[in-house]
């Protein structure tokens, strides 16, 4: 790690972080760090003049690894990793500390505000000395999204996906989509009908050429990386053909308990269901699903 050689820039950002973070101080204890060969500060360091220092210092000074101690790494980690590239340096070998989102802008104490940027610097520092040099590559992703949940926000997910043109997988472990909301009468702020607004959007999941919905089956292992995750679903028997089913609740008319008896989980245990039953009237998929714990015939099996 002897030829390593880290420049550390802090940024004033005028006086989002210089208000509240006294920037000499934390240049004087940058200095002490290990591997640290130059410190600078400057009023605005994402600024063209700013830039140049780092060139200038990587390009004169044999500066190998950056540290820039400013703003949030969203608005400009981008920015000094051009500057990195455009000195010859491989842009992976920088680190951003955010001292302004994190630090100045959030802590009410000078001391306490220092203290923190340091301690964010000192981290930086550590880190930036066990980057490795890598290149941007391209690889072929697959596009699709799977949706683990069936409730509503995975409802609404699904189709503002599917009308984009996403392949949308929406994986519910239960019988049906529709989640909690399904057994809620009204919806608070505005006492509107929870199944007015569910229901539609359940019908809409249903119809969608862009949807592919896997009911009663949940997410046995993911693997894989950004882009091209391969997903191992179980699907769990109904003991229906579900092709074949159209929803004429028949088969629940022709079970052998005449009554219903066993505990209903959409009613939370309330209400009773058969062996054989559908959750509750408005259910997607409107299949049935026996219960292979109470069906007397499955039992015997």
């Known amino acids: 790690m002897s030829d390593l050689r880290i420049g550390v820039y802090v940024c004033h950002c005028g006086r989002n972080i210089a208000e509240k973070v006294r920037i000499d101080e934390v240049v004087k204890f940058a200095k002490t760090l290990p591997n640290v060969a130059i410190v600078r500060d400057y009023k605005y360091m994402c600024s063209d003049p700013g830039q140049e220092l780092i060139v200038k210092d990587i390009k004169e000074e044999g500066i190998n690894r950056v540290v820039v101690a400013a703003c949030s790494p969203t608005l400009h980690e981008h920015t000094f990793r051009n500057v990195c590239r455009r000195a010859g340096l491989n842009p992976f070998l920088f680190q951003m500390a955010n001292i302004r989102e994190l630090d100045a802008w959030v802590t009410e104490n000078i001391k306490d505000a220092t203290e923190k940027a340091k301690a964010f610097i000192r981290a930086a520092v550590n880190r930036v000395a066990l980057h490795e040099e890598l290149e941007v590559g391209r690889a072929k992703i697959n596009p699709n999204v799977l949706i683990v949940g069936g409730g509503i926000a995975g409802i609404s997910a699904a189709l503002v996906l599917a009308d984009a043109g996403v392949k949308v997988y929406l994986v519910e472990k239960e019988p049906t989509i529709g989640g909690n909301m399904a057994k809620f009468d009204k919806t608070f702020p505005t006492l509107d009908c929870a199944a007015c607004i569910l229901t539609p959007k359940m019908t809409a999941v249903k119809a969608h050429p862009n949807i592919e919905l896997l009911t ?86």
Do not use: H
């Open 216 to 301: 009663y089956s949940e997410v046995e292992s993911v693997e894989g990386y950004v882009g091209n995750f391969r997903v191992r679903i179980k699907k769990k028997p109904r003991y229906v053909i579900e092709d074949l089913c159209i929803g004429c609740y028949q088969c629940i008319e022709d079970c052998l308990f005449a009554k219903p008896l066993f505990p209903s989980e959409f009613d939370e245990g309330i209400g009773s269901r058969k062996p054989i039953y559908i959750p509750f009237p408005q259910a997607v998929p409107l299949v049935p699903v026996i219960d292979p714990d109470t069906c007397m015939w499955l039992k015997a099996k």
